[in-house]
């Protein structure tokens, strides 16, 4: 018997169980997740790691239509782009080749903190965006993420769930409430 039944382990059911055990630490809090327990799966906190859990039991897998989310990039390292130049004999592989092409696809908002010669500031036209969570995510903004001690915090780390039931890998299909 559980006093506080919280349904699916995402960020929203994550704050209630924790702030509601935090409020009342004697009242017992079931938090029920359709998926695995992410806590023992080290891809979910390492930089870059979570690429790695694509169409895996960590997602739900929905095929749906396509859809624009955003894009994030940063260039190669020049040593790169001048060994594949080296290495096809062209060079225009090289980085000092293909900076022209990376200036023009480049919208660099703020000019006084680059070089320059390195970046463009008219390729993409979008507007700069200096808080794309404040409700209007359309523009160039700072990438947000939830990181800590070079860590990626899953809602159930971020908030603690310290003293909380968690069933993992349960789905409710029916409820019946007396």
């Known amino acids: 018997m559980t006093e506080s039944l919280i349904l699916y382990g995402g960020l929203a059911g994550c704050v209630l169980a924790s702030r509601s055990k935090q409020y009342d630490p004697p009242t017992t809090v079931t938090l029920v997740?359709?998926?695995?327990?992410?806590?023992?799966?080290?891809l979910m906190i390492?930089?870059?790691?979570?690429?790695?859990?694509?169409?895996?039991?960590?997602?739900?897998?929905?095929?749906?239509?396509?859809?624009?989310?955003?894009t994030m990039s940063t260039r190669g390292g020049a040593d790169d782009y001048n060994l594949w130049a080296k290495l096809v004999g062209d060079s225009k592989w090289s980085y000092e080749g293909l900076l022209p092409y990376f200036c023009k696809s480049e919208t660099h908002h703020d000019i006084k903190s680059v070089d320059s010669e390195k970046h463009g500031f008219d390729g993409t036209g979008l507007p700069f965006d200096q808080d794309p969570n404040a409700g209007n995510p359309i523009g160039v903004a700072p990438y947000t993420e939830n990181w800590r001690d070079g860590k990626q915090q899953p809602a159930g780390k971020a908030y603690g769930l310290d003293g909380?039931?968690?069933?993992?890998n349960a789905s409710v299909n029916r409820m019946i409430l007396d």
């Open 164 to 168: 909380v039931n968690g069933i993992t």
């Open 33 to 42: 997740e359709g998926g695995p327990d992410e806590h023992a799966n080290p």
């Open 46 to 70: 390492e930089p870059m790691g979570t690429f790695q859990l694509h169409m895996s039991a960590f997602e739900y897998n929905y095929r749906t239509v396509p859809s624009v989310n955003y």
